[in-house]
Structure formats: C-alpha cells, structure tokens
C-alpha cells in the first residue's frame, strides 16, 4: 500500500489538502498528515474543520510539535510528501534546513532520502526571497506546483478549480484519478 504524508500550513488553500486527503483515502492509500498552528487556524476558517474531524479523514494525524514521530526518521518508508497549502514561511525553513517542528523535519528528511516532495505554494505576489528559496528547494529535488489551477476545462464551480489542482497533484504522484477534463 502507498503512504503519502500531507503537511498543511497557514498560507490560504486548505480546501486544496482536504480535497486531496479524501481522495487519497479513496484510492485506498495510506494519508499522514501533520497540520502547524497557523495551518490549523486556516483549516478552521476556510473549511469550518477542526483536528479531530481532520484526525477522521487520515490514517495517523501527527502533532507538530512531535519531532520524534515516525514521518521524522528516514526509516519510515512513505512514497512522497505533500506540502499543500505551503506558506512562504515553510518553504524558506525547508530551504534552509531549519527544521524546527515536525512538518520541516519530515520534509528534509523526504528530500535526503530521495523522495518525492511536492510543495504547493499558494502566493501571490512574490518577492525575490520566495523565487530564491523556491529555486533552492527545486534544485534540491522538491517539485514547486504554485496552486494556479487552470481555466481549459471551463469550469462551473470552485470544485471543478479544486479538482483540477489536485488532479495535477496526483498525476506528479503517479496516481490515477479523473477530476478533471484533460486537454485533447
């Protein structure tokens, strides 16, 4: 069975992580998670979701504040890593191997073992400190994918936008799912 962990952070989107989460569980994958403070705030506000009815959707839910939890170590086999939203603030720390909570030390440790991380930046502007740090973390392996959902699909609604995005979240992951209309 594939394990994904999803990082959640403060920067606007979380509609985008809950969306990708049930349909990870979906597909009959293994969902880790680990929520910051700030993530935990925008989680609440943009989705009305508290922790114990995002604990419900994933299989393990790790506190942030855990740097000793099993998505820390090397050793945890996992597939890939989610950032999504991730907030500039998490990006410059993962870029610089400040990892000073859970979330940043799971994804240093997804990037030096050679697995896939993929950050999802939601902001706009930016400024050349977030190009330079987004730069840092794409030679170091991590794949950017700015939350910029395309229009080709001629979506109705905001699920269709929503669908669109994680539906390129996952063709990265090499997972199969149709949420959305593909250019032909």
């Avoid at 705030?41 to 000793?68: F, Q």
């Avoid at 907030?87 to 610089?96: C, E």
């Amino acid at each position: 069975m594939k394990k994904i962990v999803v990082g959640i952070t403060g920067a606007s989107g979380s509609v985008y992580a809950v969306r990708l989460i049930d349909v990870l569980r979906e597909q009959g994958i293994e969902v880790h998670a680990v929520v910051t403070d700030s993530g935990q705030r925008v989680l609440d506000y943009e989705c009305g979701m508290t922790m114990e009815e995002l604990s419900l959707r994933v299989d393990v839910l790790y506190p942030n504040t855990d740097v000793g939890a099993a998505i820390a170590s090397g050793s945890f086999r996992m597939d890939a890593m989610v950032v999504l939203p991730c907030s500039m603030k998490t990006a410059g720390a993962i870029a610089h191997g400040v990892t000073d909570d859970l979330l940043t030390r799971a994804a240093d440790v997804t990037l030096k073992e050679g697995r896939r991380l993929l950050l999802v930046p939601r902001e706009t502007p930016m400024h050349e400190i977030h190009l330079e740090n987004l730069l840092r973390l794409a030679r170091a392996g991590a794949i950017i994918m700015p939350a910029a959902p395309g229009f080709y699909h001629r979506p109705e609604t905001l699920d269709d936008l929503v669908n669109m995005m994680v539906g390129k979240i996952l063709d990265r992951l090499g997972i199969e799912a149709e949420l959305f209309t593909r250019w032909r």
